[in-house]
Structures are given as structure tokens and as C-alpha cells.
């Protein structure tokens, strides 16, 4: 690209909410600083009170590069780190990377050109699950699949389009600065929540297949629990919270768990026809993992529907467990901290 070309391309800055990354953090950084965009980018690193070397590594990456640096993130949080790093940050475009979130090639310039081209407000791609181990490619085959995750397109594909919602997301700033950044209340499903008052508000959430950011499962089952118990327990808060924003794809973790519980209780207690629903649920699994499971290990494969069945319960726990408290906080407390980002602007 000519001089002139690059000096018209708007300034880009990458914001990146950090704790315990020290796995991932310099590989996903190195993907950021190597993006073939020809104009002016900066990495603004957000800190949070890590217990590994992950501060350690930030320091090093901020002095090889002058394009890197970092603020801090006392909460640890995700929504905060965010708010907190696009108030450290000064370009027209904003674009979210998480630590363990690795940037495919072309990203960021594709990503400005459809910005542009579509007059979008948002513009994002596919969560391109990849594991290191076997029991993360089981989770990735399981987080790639409609049987795992339904119909998102985030996470299995499908045609360029507007989109409820998209994988992390290319931002313009004047709308972050206009809704007031993310809602530091939701720990889990800011992402959903933001791109709701985006659209709300009429601007366009445009989903593109182009855009693919590899990301790395959780490595236990314990952890990927956690994970989706927290996905189902925030999620609900998002419907009461956002009236009228519930779909049916929500529905079915929650559906599924109450079936498999009762069934197993009732099939104990009352008649073991009741356990029909559970082992049909079991069989459903076992199923997927023969469809879904092509190309992976025998030990993998094996581990798809311990997967199927840890996504698929915890987020339903998670969504029937969620307290009402949790909403009545978030409705109550707007986060200070995203009005900040607004006295910024000002």
C-alpha cells in the first residue's frame, strides 16, 4: 500500500483485558503487532491483579515495542479492564482482543474496510475454537458445533450479515462513547449485553465469516464448567435486565438440564421409565460426538460428550440458578466507571 493510501486509513487501537494470560499473552500480542494494517495502531494492555508472570510479560512487551502499553485493571474484571483500557486508549477505532485470543491474518484490515463499507457500528467474525491438548480440541470440536452451541454463527459459521450479536467485535469509538463503553455490572455477557444497546439504539452489529480470532478452551472440565455456568447466570441477568431481548436458543441448556435432573430423580424414586429422558439426552450426545468428532483423536472423540454434557448443563444451571439479585444490582447501578468513558469524551 502507498504512503499516500496509509496515511488515510483511520488509527486503530487494540484493547486487551488481561488476568492469568501468562500462557497466551505474548503469542496473542505478536499476532496483533504482526496484522499487516498500513495505518497508525496502538495496543493498550488493561491489567488485572494477576497471580502468574502475566505483568512480568507485559512489561517486556511494552519495552520491545513502543506501540504497547498498559493500564491497570484493580478489579480484575473483564468489563472494567475493557472501559478501562479504551479511557487509556485515543484512536477513531476500537478493537477488543482478549489474552487468549489470537488474531488470524488480514484481521484488522478487513475488518476497518467493512466498517466503512457496511456503515456499521460493530463489525466481527468467528470464535475459531482450537485446543493444544486433548481434552481443549474436544471442547473446540464441541464450542464449532450446533450441537454444542446451537445455531451462532459466531461459533459455527454461516453467511455475512447484520447479527444479534458477533465474536469480541471492531468498534467506532463515538459509539462506545455514546452508549458509555460496556456495563461493568455484567462480569459475563458484556458483549451481548453492549451490541443489544447498539442495536437498540440503530446502529448495525454486522457478522462476517472473514473474520476468524482463534481462541484457546478452557483446559479442565472444571474450568470449562465455570465457564458456562457463568455464561447461563449472566445471560439471564441480560433478559431481565433488557426485557424482551430472550430467544429460544437460550432456552434449551435450561430445558435440558431440567429434563436430565428430573428424570434422573423421578426415574430413582417414582419408575425408571423417567430415566427415558436422560438416557435420550445421552444417547443425543454420544450421537453428536460420532458426527461431530471426525478428525479428531480416539482419546478426543472419547471426551466430546464429557464436552457436550459440561457446556450444555453448567449454562443451564447457571441461567436457572441466577439470582434476581445479580439484575435488580445491575438495573440499580448503571457503573460508574462506563459513565467515565462519556466525561472522557467530553
Known sequence: MNTKA?????????IMPVLNEERHLRTAVRHI??????????????????SDRTAQIAAELTAEDPRVRT???????????????????????????DG???LTPGYITTAVRLLGDMEAANVGGIMHAEGETEW?????AAMTSKIGVGNAAFHTGGLAGPADTVYLGVFRREVLEKLGGYNEEFVRAQDWELNYRIRQDGGLVWFTPQLRVTYRPRPTVRALAKQYKDYGRWRRVVTRYHRGSVNLRYLAPPAAF??????????VAVHPAFLAVPGAYLLGILGGALS?????????????PVAFATMHLSWGFGFLTSPRSLARRVIGSRAQSSADVVAKAG
Open 71 to 97: 493500564v491497570e485493571n484493580p478489579t480484575g474484571r473483564t468489563p472494567a479492564g475493557l472501559n478501562a483500557a479504551i479511557r487509556g486508549s485515543s484512536h477513531p477505532i476500537v478493537v477488543r482482543v
Open 292 to 304: 461431530e468428532g471426525r478428525g479428531l483423536s480416539p482419546k478426543a472423540k472419547a471426551l466430546l
Open 6 to 14: 496509509a496515511e488515510e486509513l483511520p488509527a486503530v487501537s487494540v
Open 136 to 140: 481443549e480440541n474436544a471442547v473446540a
Open 258 to 267: 431440567l429434563g436430565v435432573t428430573l428424570g434422573l430423580l423421578l426415574g
Open 100 to 102: 487468549h485470543g489470537l
Open 33 to 50: 503487532l504482526e496484522q499487516d494494517y498500513a495505518g497508525p495502531m496502538e495496543v493498550v494492555i488493561a491489567l488485572g491483579p494477576s
